[in-house]
DNA sequence: TTGTTAGTGTGTCATTTGACACAGTTGTTG
DNA sequence: CAACAACTGTGTCAAATGACACACTAACAA
């Protein structure tokens, strides 16, 4: 049983035909470390599954500094909803920071499943709900939580992001600057 | 036409008949200013359709400082998703800011509607996703502007909000102190 | 009306933060 | 291997911020 196959059976009931009708929708692929599968002014015309690896999602200010929004690890979905949903074109990057496996759907046929599968239409709505609660406690934690305790939930919560991502990256995502994060860092490490 | 049939005629294509089906679920409530919608402790049963008025979204950190998560006016909808949906108790509290007219639909007929209904359930997702899509905005501009910038904005956009929230709310959902809010406004009253 | 409570406006001051500068390290590529 | 680019670690310093304190005002209830 694939990676994208375990997530929807460990959601939702559903038949072996069900699932199968499902994910046959779906595209395996492989890409390596740096590939860019968003970029600003297209428009995103695919939803990412990610089986294995790491995704950087993040765009640039008005100032131009780079701007971290999301760190990706699977198993889970990564799109730009605004573009893939609206038909806008994307403000963002999203750029594979370590190998990944991949599983794509594309617009043509998510709409396709959307229009023909009553299942298939509760479940996006599941997954998108899902993430909604994930952004917004994701807001809660950044007004609720110091920098420090977040960059340390992270570290034990999500200790391959760390690794994989540069002090500066994870400092704008945490909403601060390298210099800052780099204090925490010491600190922790000597404490 | 309802503030509510608006809503819904304005964002999807709904027969007369699917229309009155769709908000003959819904009951409408009058409340005063002051009144308590969610508190913590207790999981919410149903989710609010503002018509008019504001509602304050807020809880209370590990200080037991008071947070705005957020400040809603109409039209739109407000619940705490995570209690809704996964029937989890509310850690949150949503209060009436100023006297309000509520299209209230609980959790047995949004249920019902899921279930029986398939235009609900896509208006459903449609309604989350815009829902997500405005927090996933929110936490971009977090990361990407001053808060002067976004009290300006706040301002400007959505002046009965300002008119109706004290000083130290409206600072707590910038992510800042109320002194420093208040230096904002001094520098923007004189320039 | 008066007392009480909640909220606003403001100054001072210690602390935190970001900006800048630069040396050291790592990793990549020809 | 050598050269270069990208990143990390670090110190200094000015600026922004939060904490605290307190007077003043508005709203409300007794």
């Keep these: 049983m694939t990676a994208l196959q375990l997530f929807f059976k460990e959601s939702h009931q559903l038949s072996q035909t069900d699932l199968s009708f499902i994910v046959n929708h779906f595209e395996t692929i492989s890409v390596d470390k740096g590939t860019v599968l968003i970029e600003p002014g297209t428009i995103v015309d695919s939803v990412y ?7 950087h999602h993040f765009n640039h200010n008005q100032q131009g500094e780079k701007i971290t929004l999301d760190l990706h690890d699977g198993p889970s979905f990564c799109t730009d909803i605004e573009s893939f949903s609206e038909g806008k074109k994307s403000e963002d990057y999203c750029v594979a920071l370590t190998d990944c496996t991949l599983y794509v759907l594309t617009k043509d046929k998510y709409d396709a499943l959307i229009n023909t599968d ?10 998108i709900e899902k993430n909604l609660i994930k952004m ?9 939580k110091s920098i420090e305790q977040r960059y340390l939930e992270l570290l034990k919560n999500k200790p391959l992001i760390i690794q994989n991502t540069s002090v ?24």
Excluded: C, P
């Excluded at 917004?136 to 609720?144: A, E, G, I």
């Excluded at 990256?169 to 600057?177: H, N, P, R």
């Design 118 to 127: 009553v299942k298939w239409s509760n479940i996006a709505k599941d997954i």
């Design 136 to 144: 917004l406690d994701q807001v809660k934690d950044m007004s609720n």
């Design 168 to 191: 500066a990256d994870i400092a704008s995502y945490l909403g601060t600057s390298r210099e800052t994060l780099h204090r925490i860092r010491r600190k922790n490490i000597l404490a």
């Design 49 to 55: 599954f990610i089986a294995e690896g790491l995704l």
